[in-house]
T-cell receptor, first 110, second 116 residues
Framework: KAGVTQTPRYLIKTRGQQVTLSCSPISGHRSVSWYQQTPGQGLQFLFEYFSETQRNKGNFPGRFSGRQFSNSRSEMNVSTLELGDSALYLC?????????FGPGTRLTVT | KQEVTQIPAALSVPEGENLVLNCSFT??????LQWFRQDPGKGLTSLLLIQSSQREQTSGRLNASLDKSSGRSTLYIAASQPGDSATYLCAGAHHTSQGGSEKLVFGKGTKLTVNP
């Protein structure tokens, strides 16, 4: 079974731009969660989608948004990028209790 | 608000040593706890999942325990090897108000170095 895939793996953007990251879950998994990892804050929950609906959202500004498609693939979008958005963005899929993580997208904002 | 703490933040041991990583959490209402491994610049690899009704799980040289009443979990690594060098993260899972959804609250991790 293929694991969770994320594209792109690396991204460099400038302040003020927007970015879209993609996540393909493990086949059969309907829940996709997104996390941001930074050296200072560690791993923080962004949001979770299940059957195309956002079920839960973390404490991030509205510049961070996401969506899920009917095939369970998910995208997250960050608008008006700030330097502090530089981070490793991880998505995870789950079918029940255990979450499986992708390799992440490393976003650098200059 | 759930807080997860991992001690120590870093650990360096010689190859072959048995070791214990500690994780404590403030909210005992977790319904499971997961231990992950993260190699530099990579994603997370799930090591062990302990349901709230369980007390421990084992996989190979790894054994994880959970004590909800005291808010603690430990990850025991037997006969450590240089390939075990990585950051180990624990995370407590919570159901949210939407029901059925969950989010993981992570500790900051323990960076383990096993020296040959």
């Amino acid at each position: 079974k293929a694991g969770v895939t994320q594209t792109p793996r690396y991204l460099i953007k400038t302040r003020g731009q927007q970015v879209t990251l993609s996540c393909s879950p493990i086949s059969g998994h309907r829940s996709v969660s997104w996390y941001q990892q930074t050296p200072g804050q560690g791993l923080q929950f962004l949001f979770e989608y299940f059957s195309e609906t956002q079920r839960n959202k973390g404490n991030f500004p509205g510049r961070f948004s996401g969506r899920q498609f009917s095939n369970s693939r998910s995208e997250m979008n960050v608008s008006t990028l700030e330097l502090g958005d530089s981070a490793l963005y991880l998505c995870a899929s789950s079918s029940w209790d255990e979450q499986y993580f992708g390799p992440g997208t490393r976003l650098t904002v200059t | 608000k759930q807080e997860v703490t991992q001690i120590p933040a870093a650990l360096s041991v010689p190859e072959g040593e048995n070791l214990v990583l500690n994780c404590s959490f403030t909210d005992s209402a977790i319904y499971n706890l997961q231990w992950f491994r993260q190699d530099p610049g990579k994603g997370l690899t799930s090591l062990l999942l302990i349901q709230s009704s369980q007390r421990e799980q084992t996989s190979g040289r790894l054994n994880a325990s959970l004590d909800k009443s005291s808010g603690r979990s430990t990850l025991y690594i037997a006969a450590s090897q240089p390939g075990d060098s990585a950051t180990y993260l624990c995370a407590g899972a919570h159901h949210t108000s939407q029901g059925g959804s969950e989010k993981l609250v992570f500790g900051k991790g323990t960076k383990l170095t096993v020296n040959p």
